[in-house]
Each structure stands twice: as C-alpha cells, then as structure tokens.
C-alpha cells in the first residue's frame, strides 16, 4: 500500500472519533453562544457520525452532514427561537422605551441644539426632527434616540 492508501483506511476508520469531536466542540460553542445554530450543526455532525456507522464512506458522509445541517438551520431552529422568545416581555425598556414619550421643550429646539424635559422627569438634550425650530414650553415627542440626545417633534394638540 502506498502512503495515500494508508492515509485513507486510517481516515474511514477513525472518522467516528472526528465526528464525536466535533459534535463535543459545536455543543461547547452552543453553550456559549446559546443561538441554536451550533446545535444544529451539532445534529448534523450527528448525522455524520450515524452515516459512519453504517459504513458510508467519509467523503459522503461530509455531504449528507452539511446538507442536514443545513435543513436543521433552515427548519428546525426558526421554530425553536419562536418557542424561546414566545413568553419574552412584549413592553419596550431601556431607549425603546422613550421613543413617544411625551414632554415640553426647556429651551427652544433647533436641529442643533435644545433640551427638553420628559414626562417620566428625565431632561435631555433635544434636536428637532424637522427644520422649524421648537419654541421653549412647546408640547413634544420623542421620535428616537442617538446616543444621549433625543430626537423630538412638535405636538400640535
């Protein structure tokens, strides 16, 4: 036998133990990362491991693993992020939470400059979404955050 042969019987005899690794590593990245897709691609290199048992040679079995890895991606975890996700907070927090959050300008409010206070009794540093300058005392609304600046619009109630 040449040294190719020899490379290739050692590799269809051994793969078992590679596919076992790299199920153990995907499982160790999963625990880390907790997005389910090494786990899925655990499940492939499961698949793998299987197609190797029943003798099928490796080159085959790399195939038949990326392709149920892939339908595993593709099938398997959209519905269990669902799952996951399903009993989340639905309230915003945090910014999301003040975007149309109500309040008055203190000052008035260009697009450059401007503070207005909240009503949850922040005050912050305001821009003004559109052109026309907010007068001081002026009903607003938050329409977004940029880092700590609030990005507000006249209310015309």
Excluded: C, Y
């Excluded at 890895?69 to 519905?79: E, K, S």
């Excluded at 503070?115 to 300058?133: C, E, I, M």
């Amino acid at each position: 036998m040449d040294n190719f042969s020899t490379f290739v019987v050692f590799i269809d005899q051994w793969a078992w133990i590679g596919w076992l690794v790299l199920i153990a590593v995907f499982l160790v990245i999963e625990m880390l990362s907790l997005d389910f897709t090494f786990l899925m691609l655990s499940f492939g290199g499961l698949v793998g491991l299987v197609t190797d048992f029943l003798g099928v040679p490796v080159w085959i079995q790399i195939i038949i693993a990326g392709i149920a890895a892939a339908l595993f991606i593709l099938f398997l975890r959209p519905p269990l992020l669902r799952r996951l996700h399903r009993g989340a907070d639905p309230a915003r927090s945090n910014v999301d939470a003040l975007v149309d959050l109500r309040g008055f300008a203190l000052s008035d409010i260009t697009q450059v400059s401007g503070q207005a206070k909240l009503a949850n009794g922040d005050t912050w540093t305001a821009r003004s979404s559109s052109p026309v300058p907010i007068p001081q005392g002026a009903p607003i609304a938050v329409t977004a955050i940029h880092g700590a600046t609030a990005i507000v619009r006249p209310l015309n109630d």
